[in-house]
């Protein structure tokens, strides 16, 4: 998978019964290039056969390297689970678009495929996502007792699964996680994230840019979840006026404050940051200091922080395979929980 950062393809391999036993087995990505990535960001989908072309190859070439790494033979798989590059993701809209050529991983691997995991929340009243929580809570209900507790994974968008008390199960989008950050690095210098948030961290906050990027997205961060591209192109538009250090430090300090504003409710014992977005020290200095919670890293309860999607990927496409739930009212909105995803199958 790659959901939407489009800065790696992240591939995980695990053995799991889609239900409470998972067993992590290894971890591996493979980065997009510069290139590859200023194809995908500035030229859109003007240029969008180019774009499949790009991401269709990174995955065959992902999947290849992991099961070298793991010297696996193709007959050792029973399953691939794809959940592709997000390009687009309206909720309000009903909309969602994963793309990955599954049928052309099949042929490619003859391995069944399970994608298009949204698919049917969607078209069912749910908006989508977020669809890791599931797998979330068979990781914590019998390692970690600490309730509430949340798992976020800060992405190009940040989102969150809270267990509470009683053992119930929520998920939700926050807000902007690594995108708009990202993109401003990208787009001004060429890199592709600001390595630590040192950048952030040498500029000054603009408070009336924040205190109005503030009003917009709290407006606009009404639905469970969003659309990156959106929140992405709204926050390089407020801060095009600043200099680069002073635009993500503004940026950061709007994440965070969006952070405190959503949690606040759900007196989180403990939070667990997942994702590229908890090496952004920066940004996680400013959660520790505005949030009661205790803050702690994937890495502090034996998780890969950096797989951790892809593995929940994998375990949702057994769950999908079993017809198992995936989705749930108190995460996706579907008004009964489903199963979801679509197999593409190998012929006998």
Known sequence: MSGTSFDAVDVSLIETDGKDKIFPIHQTSLNYTN????IYFNKGYRNFKEIKKIIDSKHIKAIKKIIAETKLKKKDIDLISLHG???????KQKWTWQYCNSELIKNYFK????????LKD???GGEG????????????????????IGIINIGGISNITVIDKSEKVYGFDIGP?????????FNRL??????????????KVNQKITRDLLITLRNDLSNRTFDRKAIDDLCIEKTKKLSTSSALASLSEVIATIFKEKLKKYALKK????????????LVDLLKKKIVSEIIMAEDVGWDGDGLEAQAFAYLGVRSLLGLDITYDTTTGIRTPASGGVLFNVSA
């Open 122 to 124: 969607i078209n069912s």
């Open 129 to 148: 996502a977020p669809l890791v929580p599931i797998y979330h809570y068979n990781l914590v209900k019998d390692t970690l007792s600490d309730r509430p």
């Open 177 to 185: 996680g690594n995108g708009p950050l990202d993109s401003i690095i």
């Open 35 to 38: 290139k590859e990535r200023e």
């Open 85 to 91: 590059q997000t390009l687009s993701h309206n909720p």
């Open 111 to 118: 391995i069944k495929v399970v994608s298009d995991f949204r």
């Open 190 to 203: 060429g890199a592709n994230f600001d390595n630590k948030g040192n950048i952030a961290r040498s500029g």
């Open 271 to 282: 939070i667990i940051l997942t994702g590229g977005g908890r090496k952004n020290l920066n």
